[in-house]
């Protein structure tokens, strides 16, 4: 009994730290938890998002036209108590204006794969996570660009748990660097979650996405910062099986997107 009370309360915690996606802008992150030896997670889902305006280099903001849907599954597996795993394939289809009015489409599949280790859990959770990701049709931070590179990405992760009134809550803070190749600038991503266990069956969540570019780009990219915030729930429908929903929207950023989306998941725990 103590084992499977053990198994639900660390499942109610992984789907918490979980995201859709990418953020996708980038696959969805498990938090800095990992998985117990043997176990398995899989969350699949889907994200649209639009934008009818960018933001310029100043901050202001000019029309644009940006549509993408993004169909992702993040798989994860515990090798040992410490050592989790990583699998995220991910498709992606967008439309995009081109300077010169014309629609730009590109669609595409991408594969992400890594491991996450378990530094200490002494104060918290601190873990560091490696990963690649294969070249993708485009950006999928800021544009439809076609020249969008694989991806090599180093990142530090924290986890704690805490009371609120008498509820369980959760805070996660990830800040990595990303290498990219191709013309897009390298990025350094800083993601914060926060949330709180308000039953058994339901979870309140609200995050904060961001991607600071540093100036080492080509042409047509600059040096872009892109901040999304996100509103989510998780529903436990039955044992393991549970149910992501959330809406997200860039409230300011720079060389970006005026971005709004919603995402729906389903995850699974074993």
């Given at each position: 009994?103590?084992?499977?009370?053990?198994?639900?309360?660390?499942?109610?915690?992984?789907?918490?730290?979980?995201?859709?996606?990418?953020?996708?802008?980038?696959?969805?992150?498990?938090?800095?938890?990992?998985?117990?030896?043997?176990?398995?997670?899989?969350?699949?889902?889907?994200?649209?998002?639009?934008?009818?305006?960018?933001?310029?280099?100043?901050?202001?903001?000019?029309?644009?036209?940006?549509?993408?849907?993004?169909?992702?599954?993040?798989?994860?597996?515990?090798?040992?108590?410490d050592l989790t795993l990583v699998l995220a394939p991910e498709y992606a289809i967008a439309d995009e204006a081109a300077p010169n009015g014309k629609i730009i489409h590109a669609d595409d599949f991408a594969l992400l794969g890594?491991?996450?280790?378990?530094?200490?859990?002494?104060?918290?959770?601190?873990?560091?996570?490696?990963?690649?990701?294969?070249?993708?049709?485009?950006?999928?931070?800021?544009?439809?660009?076609?020249?969008?590179?694989?991806?090599?990405?180093?990142?530090?992760?924290?986890?704690?748990?805490?009371?609120?009134?008498?509820?369980?809550?959760?805070?996660?803070?990830?800040?990595?660097?990303?290498?990219?190749?191709?013309?897009?600038?390298?990025?350094?991503?800083?993601?914060?979650?926060?949330?709180?266990?308000?039953?058994?069956?339901?979870?309140?969540?609200?995050?904060?996405?961001?991607?600071?570019?540093?100036?080492?780009?080509?042409?047509?990219?600059?040096?872009?910062?892109?901040?999304?915030?996100?509103?989510?729930?998780?529903?436990?429908?039955?044992?393991?099986?549970y149910l992501e929903s959330g809406a997200y929207f860039s409230p300011f950023g720079q060389n970006a997107l005026v971005e709004r989306g919603v995402d729906a998941s389903i995850w699974v725990y074993f």
């Amino acid at each position: 009994m103590r084992k499977e009370v053990r198994r639900f309360r660390i499942a109610e915690q992984f789907l918490a730290a979980s995201i859709l996606l990418a953020l996708h802008s980038s696959p969805a992150a498990a938090g800095a938890w990992t998985l117990p030896a043997g176990d398995t997670q899989i969350i699949s889902g889907a994200i649209y998002s639009s934008a009818a305006e960018s933001f310029d280099d100043a901050g202001g903001t000019v029309p644009t036209y940006y549509r993408k849907l993004l169909l992702q599954s993040y798989g994860e597996h515990g090798i040992t108590d410490d050592l989790t795993l990583v699998l995220a394939p991910e498709y992606a289809i967008a439309d995009e204006a081109a300077p010169n009015g014309k629609i730009i489409h590109a669609d595409d599949f991408a594969l992400l794969g890594g491991v996450r280790y378990r530094l200490t859990d002494a104060f918290g959770i601190l873990s560091v996570q490696g990963s690649y990701k294969t070249a993708g049709a485009f950006d999928m931070s800021v544009s439809a660009n076609q020249d969008s590179g694989s991806e090599i990405e180093l990142r530090l992760l924290y986890g704690a748990n805490f009371k609120l009134f008498g509820r369980d809550g959760y805070f996660d803070a990830e800040i990595a660097e990303r290498w990219i190749e191709g013309a897009r600038p390298n990025e350094t991503p800083i993601d914060l979650t926060l949330g709180l266990h308000w039953s058994e069956k339901l979870t309140f969540m609200a995050q904060s996405f961001n991607i600071i570019a540093g100036g080492d780009s080509k042409p047509p990219y600059t040096f872009y910062r892109s901040h999304k915030i996100e509103f989510a729930t998780l529903q436990r429908l039955w044992n393991g099986v549970y149910l992501e929903s959330g809406a997200y929207f860039s409230p300011f950023g720079q060389n970006a997107l005026v971005e709004r989306g919603v995402d729906a998941s389903i995850w699974v725990y074993f």
